[in-house]
């Protein structure tokens, strides 16, 4: 028996021809088809070189496991997200490694209705099949055909906003040569057919698996440039940027400053309460200051979450929330099964625009002022549990207010940081905020303290 190590806690990722091959895929596609019994699942791959193939070779492990298949060609996360819940579907399956290096790539899997699969949910039983190979022979395989839903996507894309509603707005989309651009390419058409005044402007937007522009990652303060620059050149309200499977998008303001995925939470909450007070908005626990005082203020509950996809959709679920959002860019809708999206956030901040006839730096600069934060700061270090016990250990004469939803947050009044092992990379992450009002302390003060403290 042979033991797979792109199993991971949300999806698999692994180094390709090692770790995540065809054979593999083919193993994880019967795998999935004989533990679920689905009658028809979505599947649909990034812009990989390699997913093609591994996309074919899953879909062999499906119909080999009686599962029919609707292909949906090359698509972003969300498509097979969205393909799960509009369709009469019982699943789905993305062939994407998102923002990991050219060597990599993954898979995500969801159940009937969009709903994650992760360990805690059934990803270890799919791992222990494919590693055993225990596969019972079936009567008839399944089938496969093509689908496109690319009209309905768009379509259930534009219910979020008022498309008479949007002001003359210029946009700069970069797509990083992933999957995004023919949404882009979609929705500009719906643009026009509807007379919406907006002009899109496109750069890196051709999909090409080669990823000459490098991988689309703009967490990564070097991939910001293009983006930020495009905005300048050419005087835009805003700029967009996506990693390459779009399920996350980055925000630049008029002025090309990239907004932290933080500030971006208040902005949809804000998007959704101002049209219906009293919904609930699911945060993470990492920065939550600003979150609390924008649901606060707009007559929302914020309710916490663990970070993790599978961890924010369930509590959304139960919770009945509207949204949910990660500071780490990924944003979650009710309406969207409670799914990620990459493209919802950037329609409703030019809604936004349109509705407050303010530009971007405005309508967050308060945010920022108010609440600054460090941006998340990792740290590679031997044993992640015991430097955060080291850092508990330092403060706990401070007599902070302690969390220990996800990691350790330690609360000062006039500061908090939290602190957390990652739960996808051997990281240790760090983020860090203060009140403005009642600090003395530059946010530098803190990063530098916590820095020397971890590093020593």
Known sequence: MTKLTCFKAYDIRGKLGTELN???????????????????????????????ALKQATIKGLNDAGVNVLDLGMTGTEEVYFGAFHLDVQGGIEITASHNPMDYNGMKLVRENARPISADTGLKDIQALAESEDFQQVNVPGTTRSCDILPAFTDHLLSYINPEKIRPLKLVMNAGN?????????????????????????????????FPNGIPNP??????DS????VLQHQADMGIAWDGDFDR?????????????????GLLAQAFLIKQSGEKIVHDPRLVWNTFDIVDQYQGIAVQSKSGHAF?????REHNAVYGGEMSAHHYFR???????G????????ALLSETGQSLSSLVENMIAKFPCSGEINFKVADTQATVKKIFDHYADQNPQVDRTDGVSLDFGAWRFNVRASNTEPLLRLNIESRADQNPHPMQAYVDELTTLIQS
């Open 178 to 210: 992933g999957a995004a651009g023919h949404v882009v390419d979609a929705l500009e058409e719906k643009f026009k057919q509807l007379n919406v005044p907006v002009e899109l402007i496109k750069i890196h937007h051709e999909a090409d698996g080669t």
């Open 22 to 52: 065809q054979d593999i895929a083919y193993k994880i596609g019967r795998a999935y088809g004989q533990i679920y019994q689905p009658d028809t699942v979505v599947i649909g791959c990034d812009i990989r070189l390699s997913s093609e």
């Open 219 to 224: 967490i990564l303060v070097e991939n910001r």
């Open 312 to 316: 924010i959709k369930d509590v959304m």
């Open 249 to 265: 998008c980055f925000l630049f303001d008029e002025k090309g400053q990239f907004i932290e995925g933080y500030y971006i939470v």
């Open 227 to 230: 983006t930020r620059q495009a």
């Open 343 to 350: 493209m919802i956030p950037w329609l409703l901040t030019i």
């Open 335 to 341: 309406d969207f099964a409670y799914c990620d999206s």
